[in-house]
């Protein structure tokens, strides 16, 4: 045997090197053959192409021009057309994997791209860090060696899309939380996969150079139930007693059946069952505080389950009440009871233990209690200290002084928790509440904030369960600092909650998604529908929302080189706070970047504090001269003792000025005067004159509406059926179907919409930690009464209808029909998918999601809302080309009014 011939393949072999194509099965196979799973050491790389900000979700691909990435083979010679590299063509490349490992029980392999043929640095003078945003795509494969089927989950780090043979997934893990991986069941052999490349300069930085990184890492699972991340969660024990009587455990059917949870109790507890529900944003608790048997059915396949069910592949929270064994108990194991849906046979179970953490009651420390979406979240409370230099117990009550954390931080890092350490003797509870992710859901708007909002509103019975006999609590007093993200939330909190707000210190905060990274680089648009899409967006636009924290002492505080949020954030916003007259004052920092240790704890922000926590100011304000700007009624509360209930175009803001009992509106339909400050006031609105007294004596608003451009007492009249008038948590664009009162309900036809419905609850996880039930939806389309959360509908052709038959859209087995504003109707066939929200009774909804077949369903779903900045409106009908062409691919887009009519504003194509 010629050893010289020998010693290059020996080499290939051990080294790992990969010639252009090679995959990573060759190298296993020599190497390792005892360990089952490998990825490619290989892959093939197709890009740059152009993105804009948040832009993906709307598809925007260029590729699938020609069919899609998956359509196309490797060819070095081929040419793209590209408007980011030299010559404006892209092409394919070979990029080696910076690692590859496997074990016997899982594989990972991380890459690192980058384009070296696009002058990054002229891009980003003339179009800031949008310009180093740029996706691409890249193909490796999966091995699977032996001869048994592979039980596997997926991480898909900082990836948004993907394809793993011919099974597209959308959602990915653009944030990395890895809470709700797919299951897969892989069979022996090579699986290709394809990775949709974004690059986001929220998720990644815009200052060095703009490459992607990505890791991907298969884990063998039980192919059964199996605890996922992050595992159970419970409050702290403070001074030997349970913070919170309420805990979760995230579980995962990484099964091939579905599951049905019969019920979680303690190790040691064997009593009957007892039950614990949702019903809409309160807990029904029985007798056992040990046992959970979960009521919200979720079966589809049997009308006799009782527990949660999991479909096969599903991850969600299951919620149970919780209490000490014993008094110094370290730990609390419990036993999670469940059994085959599909057998009906053994009952198995496994456990799961969480230990403790014991701490004194005045140390900021973990409670837990129901989020109204259905399932537990936590915050970080400190309760007013033994020193606070208030007066004890009796009448007194504090403010909630109120601590929002960065971007992909917990509460429960000692970043967050302990940032007002130095600051311990304060008069006032101090909360930092979770957002429920380390994103705060949604940059601590709808969801993120409807958790603070839980929090706050959790203190009181904290101070029940705890026995405290401090001072108490008002839940309707904040004071609200945040950093970063924080900042942001600040903002969003003193804009859209004023008549809260005792004071407010945003830290290093961005003014609004669009500012912080501009929304240039989309694909060109009609400038209609980029109006739809930016209106979709306008309660994110703090810059337009200043006006509303008149009579709000503002300090905010940026520092002078912050890389991260530029400091030119906090400067216009100061700006415009000035031109609004308000009360505000600006401190920046020489020489400091985004994040030091003392950040929140500077000398003016503790002088802030000290001030504002004994604030006697009266709350809510009695403003004699003051105007507000309302982009969503649904998540815009009261400012002077007015609340604006719809507005006349929701795809438009809504203005108020008041000048003492003189009010003038713009774009506003209705409102609401809180009799509290108005009590017995004679008042005119746009010149008609109203008298407050009219209200009766237990009224705490008096309602004024507009018909017929005319201002009368009372609400907006019903219109011809009930369902068919919006109201409170109904408005809003798409995103309001986040405002949902109990776990949702994902509908769905079966089997061949089964795929794109487990994404939808996945995806719901991933970014919310939301709970889902999945079900098939019967012969009528009905969804039980008993249900109480909003509902989402997958569906492919007829849509069930459960709405008033002169809802504007209509969608069947070949095509969607839409009705505008004046009464014209259209009607798209042929390839086309929609994504639309319908009413639901009692201020639910259920968004549809549909297609006319598989594909364009795909595509529709992928308008779920769940990156912030998307901009989804509460209408989308796509057709095919929005696969390359983004939003100028839409054949409608635009929102309801409050009688579910399409808006002028709308596009109809």
Avoid at 710 to 739: H, P
Avoid at 851 to 872: I, K, M
């Amino acid at each position: 045997m010629a050893l010289g011939l020998l010693t290059p393949l020996l080499l290939w072999y051990i080294l790992g090197c990969s010639f252009p194509g090679a995959t990573r099965a060759h190298v296993m196979t020599a190497r390792r053959e005892d360990y089952p799973l490998a990825f490619s050491t290989s892959w093939q790389v197709l890009g740059p192409f152009q993105i804009g900000t948040r832009e993906a979700t709307w598809g925007a691909d260029p590729l699938e021009y020609l069919g899609g990435f998956r359509d196309l083979q490797y060819d070095q010679d081929a040419q793209f057309r590209s408007s980011l590299p030299v010559n404006g063509t892209a092409k394919w490349s070979i990029a080696q994997a910076k690692q590859t490992t496997s074990t016997p029980t899982s594989a990972n392999a991380s890459l690192t791209i980058s384009y070296s043929n696009v002058d990054w640095a002229f891009l980003k003078i003339v179009y800031g860090w949008a310009a180093v945003q740029y996706q691409a795509w890249a193909r490796g494969e999966i091995t699977v060696l032996g001869n048994e089927t592979q039980h596997v989950i997926l991480y898909t780090d900082w990836i948004l899309e993907f394809w793993i043979d011919d099974a597209h997934y959308f959602g990915g893990d653009f944030f990395t939380f890895r809470k709700a991986p797919p299951v897969l069941h892989l069979e022996p052999g090579t699986h290709r996969i394809d990775l949709r490349l974004v690059r986001d300069v929220r998720a990644l930085g815009g200052i060095n150079e703009p490459t992607i990184d990505v890791l991907l890492e298969l884990q063998q699972t039980t192919g059964t139930l199996e605890l996922a991340k992050p595992g159970v969660l419970m409050s702290d024990v403070v001074d030997g007693k349970l913070a919170s009587p309420v805990g979760s455990v995230a579980l995962r059917n990484a099964g091939q059946d579905d599951i049905e949870i019969v019920e979680i109790r303690s190790s040691n507890v064997r009593h009957p069952l007892s039950f614990i529900k949702a019903e809409e944003d309160h807990l029904v608790l029985g007798q056992d505080p040990q046992s959970l048997t979960a009521s919200q059915s979720s079966d589809s396949t049997s009308s006799n389950a009782s527990g949660v069910v999991l479909v096969a592949g599903q991850t969600r929270p299951v919620a149970f009440n919780v209490s000490l064994p014993s008094h110094n108990a370290s730990s609390l194991t419990y036993v999670v009871v469940y059994k085959s849906v599909k057998s009906k046979g053994e009952i198995l179970s496994f456990f799961v233990t969480q230990n403790l953490t014991k701490l004194s009651i005045y140390e900021p420390h973990k409670i837990t209690y129901l989020h109204p979406g259905g399932m537990v979240s936590y915050a970080m409370l400190r309760p007013p200290a033994k020193n606070a230099t208030c007066e004890p117990g009796g009448d007194t009550t504090l403010p909630v002084l109120l601590g929002l954390h960065g971007a992909g931080l917990e509460a429960d890092n000692g970043k967050v928790a302990h940032a007002l350490d130095p600051v311990a003797d304060l008069c006032a509870w101090v909360l930092f509440p979770t957002g429920v992710t380390p994103w705060s859901g949604d940059d601590w708007h709808n969801w993120g904030f409807t958790d603070v909002e839980a929090a706050v509103n959790s203190i009181p019975g904290w101070i029940t369960s705890a026995g405290w006999r401090g001072p108490d609590v008002d839940v309707n007093r904040w004071i609200i600092s945040g950093h970063s993200n924080g900042g942001q939330g600040t903002w969003y909190a003193l804009t859209h909650r004023p008549d809260h707000i005792v004071a407010a210190a945003p830290v290093s905060g961005y003014a609004s998604i669009q500012k912080y990274v501009p929304y240039e680089l989309w694909q060109p648009a009609d400038p209609r529908r980029t109006a739809v899409i930016s209106g979709s967006l306008n309660s994110y636009r703090h810059e337009m929302l200043m006006e509303n924290a008149q009579g709000i002492p503002i300090v905010q505080q940026h520092g002078e080189i912050d890389d991260n949020v530029p400091a030119y954030n906090s400067r216009l916003l100061s700006q415009m706070l000035f031109q609004a007259g308000t009360n505000s004052s600006y401190y920046e920092l020489p020489g400091k970047n985004h994040w030091f240790d003392t950040v929140m704890t500077t000398d003016d922000l503790k002088e802030f504090y000290r001030t504002q926590t004994s604030s006697t100011e009266a709350i809510p304000r009695r403003l004699q001269s003051f105007s507000f700007v309302v982009a969503d009624p649904g998540d815009m509360g009261p400012k002077g003792g007015i609340r604006v209930t719809h507005l006349e175009d929701p795809g438009q803001y809504g203005r108020v000025h008041v000048q003492s009992h003189t009010i003038r509106t713009s774009n506003v339909m209705s409102l609401e005067l809180d009799t509290k400050i108005w009590v017995k006031s004679s008042m005119s609105i746009d010149g008609e004159s109203f008298d407050v007294s009219q209200a009766s004596g237990d009224e705490r608003a008096f309602a004024l509406s507009k018909e017929g451009g005319l201002w009368k007492v009372g609400a907006l009249s019903l219109s011809e059926s009930d369902i068919l008038t919006r109201n409170g948590r109904q408005l809003g664009a798409m995103t309001a179907v986040l405002r949902t009162h109990g776990p949702f309900t994902i509908r769905h036809q079966g089997p061949k919409t089964a795929h794109i419905a487990l994404q939808v609850s996945r995806n719901l996880h991933q970014y919310f930690s939301a709970a889902s039930n999945i079900v098939v939806t019967g012969s009528n389309g009905s969804v039980p009464e008993s249900e109480s959360g909003n509902i989402i509908t997958v569906a492919i052709g007829e849509v069930p209808s459960n709405v008033h038959p002169n809802f504007p859209i209509q969608a069947g087995a070949t095509g969607v029909s839409i009705r505008d504003n004046k009464g014209r109707s259209q009607t798209f066939m042929d390839d086309v998918g929609a994504a639309f929200l319908r009413p639901l009774a009692g201020e639910k909804l259920e968004l549809v999601l549909w297609g006319v077949n598989g594909e364009s369903l795909s595509q529709a779903a992928r308008l779920l809302p769940t990156l912030t900045g998307v901009g989804q409106p509460d209408i989308i009908i796509l057709g095919r080309t929005a696969r390359w062409r983004g939003v100028e691919g839409a054949l409608a887009l635009g929102f309801f009014d409050h009688s579910w009519n399409v808006t002028p504003s709308s596009v109809v194509w």
